[in-house]
């Protein structure tokens, strides 16, 4: 109605809203007496329903009884005692029915006895006085709790808690949970809830369990500060009272429980630990339970600390390989063990109390290794490390238009995330915990990410370099945030909090590339073969993809990476720093697999190498490993500096002008990048107007190149029709995979804009 008369919903709602008490009476004439349900007054009432009963008609009505009996009118009656009721009195304590039925309700809820003190024990803890009785307005139609109706200290309890736990803003305030948690404590008549559970209050409802669980941590927090007593038992660790590292998990309450812990060296060794540095929870948890088991073996076998040894921690190892036979989780339990086993052996504070135990009570790397279980399965044996080929991310990237969420900003935020993921090679958790301003630049504008490590120590990254596209790009979305209205520190806030700035979940990207794939699978999926891990053809899977799997397509670009002459642009120091491996071997797992199909790829043709004439010899590969040694585009069989392992050239490294270079036709490619950086150099030689002599370095370098070439076009040429299609066919594969592989990609974010704009006209 409001609305149709042009009254505004701001205008409305601040209007106060009140119960409009009934001004009809009893329908007797003159009766001064309010009317109940069927129109009249009790009185009355009772005397209609005597009369209908005897009539035997179901159709008799109050008017007919009115007409034909024509009952005498009844003087005001006595009020409800409560003062601000304005029903009349029908019970012989004073109340009216509606305040009866409540009084009834609390004496069985409370299971107490009817007198006089019982009905003064319900009006102070349950009634609730009017907040305005001259308009008869309830605090309820207000939208107000009267919380000085409570007692103190609880009133300040609950307040202080309803409050911390608006400004932490971890979710939203239910105003009918509050107001009925107030009923429910005032109607207990209790003063404090200092070591309840809940409150003292039990419900079946999972968001209002969730906020009673969190008012009751509040509470008791706040009280062991401020009076110092802490009462709870010293072997339940409670999260929040350890340091922890930055996590989007919610700790609430969680503790880890020790008290099953037997030996004390144990228990201080885990605790000095857990509070040395900050943790993430999952770690703690993992710890914690790895050591609850070790103390477990160790309370059987009943073998003092101070005669513990090899013995008994290969007990615990041969335990743990028992009750968790994935080689995974073994490797993590017995991480967890080693790692509080060194570090309270280098910790000063608890030299007293390990100085007892043997050094002989240790983790031994070779004996104590992780055992995988034969009945387990070996994880993609033909991919390790979820080996992706480039060109499934590239097809995968370019079909990122057929990403389409809700509206516009949702997709652009999906497709952003998405590519600055692929462009960039972070952990799920590193891409969306990006900040907002993680974008820098070098003294000449380039510009670099700015990232912190996932994983610990969560230190800064490496700066990346990144392409001036995907710079692009990550500015593009920052203004279509701040158009949207996004004021935030994280580049992706996520929409789930009204109020709190967080970054999304690893689970959204996660499922954002999910949704990707399946688009891609369904649209346009990708049939072809492609170059395994092992350099076989392999037919891909895209539901495979993941998150993970645009990571290691990252290292792997960088990995394969190569200059002008071919050589590798990113030394494996340089990729782990990148990366954030903590392991080496972790990165050079990328360079294994560059070897391992190039090394396929020269199967696939006869064992030749051309020298520097162009002429073919015949290798025999079962003893090419004795007299020669890789070099930048094929191979040294120069003697001395074979024997050197490189490191004897006569000519340094002018491999091209070198008779003893052998070079494979599959490196034509490479070839022809050596001679266009060898003319390059000639020209620039040039200019500075360097000597004849080293002109015709260059020139003669060049024309070397040249010859070499020629000599692999000629022996290629020459070939039978099906090799010669199978170098072709690797040339072509190779020098494709190179380029896609370091060349940049590009999306433009605004497009979603414009279209939905353009649709709206």
Known sequence: ??????????????????????????????????????????????????????????????????????????????????????????????????????????????????????????????????????????????????????????????????????????????????????????????????????????????????????????????????????????????????????????????????????????????????????????????????????????????????????????????????????????????????????????????QELWRSIPAQFSVDPERHRARRNPDEADPNPDEPFRFVPQPIVDWVMDHLHLLERRDEYSTAEARVMIFVHERCGRRTGETLRLLDDCISYDSQGSPYLEWQQGKAPYARGKRLPIHQETHDVIRQWQEIKREHGGQSKWLFPSLSYSSGDRPYRSNFLADRVNELTRLVALHSPYSAPVEGAEGNLIYFDLSTIDPYSFRHAFAQRLADATDEEGRSTTPPDVLQDYMGHKSFTTTMVYYQVTAKRRKKALESIAPRRLNLHGKAVEVDRERDGFGKIAVTLGHCSEPQNVAASGHSCALEHSCESCPFFLVDPLERDGMVAKRDYLRVKLERARVIDAPQHMLDHYAARAQNATTIIDGIDEYVAGLPEDERRAIADALDRMAETRRRATASRNIDVRELLRKAADDGK
């Open 1 to 350: 109605m409001a609305k149709a008369e042009g009254v505004t919903r701001e205008a409305w709602s601040a209007v106060p809203r009140r119960r409009l008490e009934p001004t009809l009476g009893c329908l007797v004439l003159g009766c001064g007496r309010q009317h109940s349900s069927n129109r009249l007054c009790k009185n009355h009432s009772f005397l209609y329903r005597k009369h209908k009963r005897k009539s035997h008609l179901s159709s008799y009505t109050q008017e007919d009884w009115i007409q034909e009996r024509n009952p005498n009118p009844l003087p005001p009656g006595d009020r409800c005692v409560l003062p601000t009721c304005s029903s009349d009195r029908t019970q012989l304590n004073g109340l009216c029915d509606n305040h009866q039925s409540g009084y009834r309700r609390w004496r069985t809820s409370q299971n107490v006895a009817d007198d006089s003190e019982s009905l003064a024990c319900w009006v102070e803890r349950v009634f609730e006085p009017l907040m305005d009785p001259k308009s008869m307005t309830p605090f309820a139609a207000a939208y107000a709790t009267p919380f000085g109706l409570l007692k103190e200290p609880l009133r300040s309890e609950y307040l202080f808690a309803v409050q911390q736990r608006d400004l932490k803003g971890r979710a939203h305030l239910s105003a009918a949970d509050i107001r009925s948690t107030y009923q429910w404590l005032r109607s207990s008549g209790r003063s404090t809830v200092v070591g309840e559970t809940r409150l003292g209050r039990t419900t079946t409802d999972e968001n209002m369990s969730g906020m009673l669980v969190e008012l009751q941590r509040l509470i008791d927090e706040e009280y062991r500060k401020w009076s110092g007593v802490d009462d709870r038992d010293p072997r339940l660790i409670y999260l929040k009272d350890l340091p922890l590292t930055n996590t989007n998990q919610s700790i609430g309450d969680h503790v880890l429980d020790l008290r099953s812990v037997r030996h004390e060296w144990i228990f201080q060794a885990f605790m000095a630990w857990a509070k040395a540095t900050p943790r993430g929870p999952s770690t703690l948890a993992l710890v914690a339970g790895a050591w609850n088991f070790a103390d477990e073996v160790l309370a059987s076998r009943r073998t003092p600390p101070q005669a513990l040894g090899t013995g008994d921690m290969s007990a615990i190892i041969d335990a743990i390989r028992e009750r968790w036979p994935a080689q995974k989780t073994q490797r993590r339990y017995i991480g967890a063990i080693a790692r509080i086993i060194q570090f309270a052996r280098a910790e000063e504070g608890l």
